[in-house]
């Protein structure tokens, strides 16, 4: 799975610390020599998948990693993945068990069992808008789910199926591919995760135990992540960015500074996209209401937390910012345009289809994104058709 138009962290490019300088001082204050091995199972051998398996196995606690794999599985099987990083530097990953069928993993007598009980599954592949993991690699009360996908309103269909287990949403800022089975590229010095338990926690609540796991993890690789209380303030913002330049680079068929230079009125397109989606991200967080009035500081009903508040009155919830962003990074080919050039089927409804569904069950008018719409849908059915 290609992420290439994930840049859209407000916070600096640039981390206090290096990865480097992260993972020691992690090491010298979280060792415990003691601590068994974390069982983790990675669904989805994309560039995700891979890169952020292989940043954890660079921290000091030992890890097990069953990783599924489709198209790129012969070669991940017989020589792991080589990686090359701008910010951590060349590496290579083999998982301690590589499958295609996750069938693989279950018990021969009882089918609805894994032979394993992951404390981990990572869900690294496209969000489809449903349960894409099977059942038996999840043991209820044990397994966290985490979900490492583009997209709003991807949750609930796990909590609904895995009531029992923890369900972490993952918000990632970097920029990956894997332009060969086994190859993965890095590019750029961002590597910003936030994660956060769904449905969101009060601020006052403590960290769920394997919230603080999936973080340390993370942090023991060098990876810059936080466990924060409102992670879906960060899915918004972010689809806001994903959802103006991976429409419009998918349809036009240009990378982001080629779409900015094709005409005068590319910025306006991109501007009026923009607003569109802060408006209804705006809407579905309860930062205004359907009054339009900006919603007041605090926890309960027609509340918000004030981080929310500061982040979404903040220059990155601008459309300004969000071209402004997009100019000043190199050029992207966000992944649903990589995917159309492939004449692949793009993420439509994670990137566009859950944002229209969203704005009309709130009320928000969305007239460009609503014509922009069905043209992607007529695109990924002749991706479609092309294969049959």
């Known amino acids: 799975m290609a992420t290439m138009s994930d840049q859209t962290s407000p916070e600096p490019l640039t981390g206090i610390f290096t990865p480097e300088q992260r993972r020691a001082l992690f090491r010298n204050t979280n060792v415990d020599g003691n601590q068994k091995p974390i069982d983790i199972f990675t669904y989805g051998g994309g560039a995700v998948g891979a890169l952020y398996s292989w940043i954890i196995s660079l ?38 068990k590589v499958i295609r069928d996750v069938f693989e993993v279950a018990c021969p007598n009882d089918p609805t069992k894994s032979i394993v009980e992951y404390d981990l599954v990572f869900v690294c592949t496209k969000a489809s808008g449903k349960v894409d993991i099977p059942a038996h690699i999840v043991t209820p009360g044990k397994t966290a789910i985490i979900l490492f996908q583009n997209g709003i309103n991807i949750e609930a269909p796990y909590k609904e199926a ?42 006052r609540e403590p960290t769920h135990p394997s919230l603080q796991l999936i973080s340390d993890l993370l942090q023991g690789g060098g990876c810059n992540a936080a466990a924060i ?18 429409v419009l680079c998918a349809v036009s068929g240009l990378d982001t500074h080629a779409f900015l230079a094709s005409s005068p009125r590319a910025r306006e397109a991109a501007r009026a996209l923009s607003q569109e989606l802060i408006a209804v991200a705006k809407r579905a967080l ?103």
């Open 59 to 96: 921290g000091s606690r030992p890890v097990n990693f069953t990783m599924a794999c489709r198209s790129n599985y012969s070669m991940v099987q017989s020589s792991g993945f080589t990686i090359d990083s701008t910010l951590f530097g060349p590496g290579q990953f083999r998982p301690q």
């Open 162 to 203: 895995f009531p029992l287990n923890p369900v972490i949403s993952a918000v990632l800022y970097i920029s990956c591919s894997q332009p060969v089975p086994g190859k993965i590229v890095h590019v750029g010095d961002i590597d910003i995760v936030k994660l956060g338990l769904y449905p969101d926690l009060p601020a």
């Open 229 to 246: 209380p409102h992670i879906q303030s960060y899915r918004w913002l972010k689809t806001v960015y994903n959802g103006c330049w991976n």
């Open 286 to 388: 309860g930062i205004l209401g359907a009054d339009g009035q900006l919603a007041s500081e605090g926890e309960g009903e027609g509340k918000v937390a004030k981080e929310a508040l500061m982040l979404w009155s903040s220059e990155a919830a601008t459309a300004g910012w969000n071209i402004a962003l997009a100019e000043r990074l190199v050029p992207i080919t966000p992944s649903m345009l990589e995917d159309a050039r492939k004449g692949m089927e793009m993420e439509v409804e994670a990137f566009c289809g859950e944002v229209v569904r969203t704005g009309e069950r709130l009320g928000v008018e969305l007239p460009v994104l609503k014509a922009l719409y069905p043209i992607l849908q007529a695109m990924n059915y002749r991706f479609k058709q092309a294969r049959v």
